[in-house]
């Protein structure tokens, strides 16, 4: 139990040691690889959503947590070529805040919702998240680098969400806690933007 406890409180901090949802202002640097597979842990918003998206999959069979991970990436290409496709989606970072109070809802919820209608929510939360990338992307020295690095250290996070939830599927309240956690600072980080 101690070791959990210990492992919580470091996810805690870490969480509480990012910025806030400043990850899509241009206050960070995009240069290629290195600042793509930053970018995410640098997030207080991507962060939670990604962790929170692994947490949700832990819950579900090997099987569809793997495609539940796969679609979630798909969707944040998509959502990244709609940028650069140059089409316009308004109230962007606004879906993105509230991405992570969802997140912290769906795993905080006694009752499941049916898997396809989570996947599908969680997909149109890639969209959001990989559109306000791609916005920055022509703005990055190597375009490509900084995308492969943002999407291999949101898949990192996704494994991690998996390893925690893996953790905390063995005890009662441990997803819904975690849940509670993550709507509560996505509370914060709405009624701070």
């Given at each position: 139990?101690?070791?959990?406890?210990?492992?919580?409180?470091?996810?805690?901090?870490?969480?509480?040691?990012?910025?806030?949802?400043?990850?899509?202002?241009g206050a960070h640097d995009i240069n290629g690889f290195i600042s793509g597979l930053n970018h995410p842990f640098l997030g207080l918003d991507h962060l939670l959503v990604m962790l929170g998206v692994g947490l949700w999959a832990s819950s579900l069979t090997r099987l569809n947590a793997c495609f539940t991970i796969a679609v979630f990436l798909s969707?944040?290409?998509c959502g990244a070529g709609l940028a650069l496709l140059g089409l316009d989606?308004?109230?962007?970072?606004?879906?993105?805040?509230?991405?992570?109070?969802?997140?912290?809802?769906l795993l905080s919820a006694s009752r499941r919702l049916p898997t396809l209608l989570t996947i599908s929510l969680l997909a149109g939360f890639a969209v959001l998240h990989g559109f306000a990338h791609g916005l920055e992307m022509p703005l990055a020295a190597a375009p490509i680098d900084y995308a492969v690095g943002f999407l291999l250290a949101t898949a990192v996070l996704?494994?991690?969400?998996?390893?925690?939830?893996?953790?905390?599927?063995?005890?009662?309240f441990g997803l819904s806690v975690s849940g509670y956690i993550t709507s509560g600072l996505g509370l914060y980080l709405l009624f701070n933007a």
């Amino acid at each position: 139990m101690i070791k959990h406890f210990s492992q919580f409180v470091l996810l805690l901090i870490l969480a509480l040691s990012t910025s806030t949802a400043s990850a899509h202002t241009g206050a960070h640097d995009i240069n290629g690889f290195i600042s793509g597979l930053n970018h995410p842990f640098l997030g207080l918003d991507h962060l939670l959503v990604m962790l929170g998206v692994g947490l949700w999959a832990s819950s579900l069979t090997r099987l569809n947590a793997c495609f539940t991970i796969a679609v979630f990436l798909s969707f944040m290409v998509c959502g990244a070529g709609l940028a650069l496709l140059g089409l316009d989606i308004q109230g962007v970072e606004t879906g993105i805040l509230a991405s992570v109070l969802i997140v912290g809802l769906l795993l905080s919820a006694s009752r499941r919702l049916p898997t396809l209608l989570t996947i599908s929510l969680l997909a149109g939360f890639a969209v959001l998240h990989g559109f306000a990338h791609g916005l920055e992307m022509p703005l990055a020295a190597a375009p490509i680098d900084y995308a492969v690095g943002f999407l291999l250290a949101t898949a990192v996070l996704h494994g991690i969400g998996l390893g925690l939830g893996s953790m905390l599927n063995k005890h009662r309240f441990g997803l819904s806690v975690s849940g509670y956690i993550t709507s509560g600072l996505g509370l914060y980080l709405l009624f701070n933007a």
